[in-house]
């Protein structure tokens, strides 16, 4: 069987640091989830939060994949934050700068009084406070929504980032360097008819991902 576990390039990019896996899962907010279905590959974007030592999944019940893995399916969950793009003198040469982090394992699913709990600690993840601001999930909605958790544990995840910029020129007039990206929360756009304030929930997400000075 394949070693998934060791990293065979580039080494000195990979970090069992959990520090790092822990600050790329807190700043963002999406993740894409795959395994097998029927001898098919499948993969599907979501929304996902950190919450200690386990993340936080959840997707309708009508969603047939999902129901694959409560049935105990094994998973991948890769998450990345492009960080900047590195121009070299060649297309070759050129890079990005980047934190990525796959996890593996076995989701399990929660119900009752957890599943509503991880749900709000799901939301309040995304959009801090935000919970004391709307009304409870009713327990219908609960019920047509999966949760589910992927625990991280030691030796289920490999994390995976470049800094830095290109080469050193040589002669020749070119430009390089490296231009920064960053996930950035735009000017709020309230919903038409909306007389309400913009709620401290959305600062908290505005401050939480902000334009570069």
Not at 26 to 39: A, H, K, Y
Request: glycine share 8%.
């Amino acid at each position: 069987m394949t070693d998934l576990s060791t990293p065979t390039r580039k080494p000195d990019r990979y970090t069992e640091d959990r520090a790092r896996l822990d600050e790329l899962l807190d700043s963002m907010p999406v993740g894409v989830l795959s395994t097998v279905v029927d001898g098919m590959p499948w993969s599907v974007p979501l929304l996902v939060a950190r919450d200690g030592d386990r993340v936080l999944l959840h997707g309708s019940t009508g969603a047939g994949a999902l129901r694959h893995l409560v049935a105990g399916a094994p998973l991948t969950l890769t998450v990345v934050a492009l960080d900047g793009l590195v121009l070299a003198e060649s297309a070759f040469d050129s890079s990005a700068n980047y934190r990525s982090a796959v996890l593996r394992g076995t989701a399990v699913e929660i119900g009752g009084e957890e599943a509503w709990q991880g749900l709000e600690r799901l939301t309040d993840r995304l959009l801090p406070g935000r919970t004391t601001e709307i009304r409870a999930s009713t327990r219908r909605e609960v019920a047509a929504t999966t949760c589910l958790v992927l625990p991280i544990e030691e030796g289920s995840w490999l994390f995976k980032s470049r800094t830095g910029g290109a080469d050193a020129p040589s002669e020749r007039s070119v430009w390089t360097g490296v231009v920064p990206l960053r996930l950035v929360a735009g000017e709020p756009e309230p919903t038409p008819g909306t007389t309400a304030p913009t709620p401290a929930s959305v600062h908290a997400v505005r401050a939480a991902y902000p334009a570069f000075p």
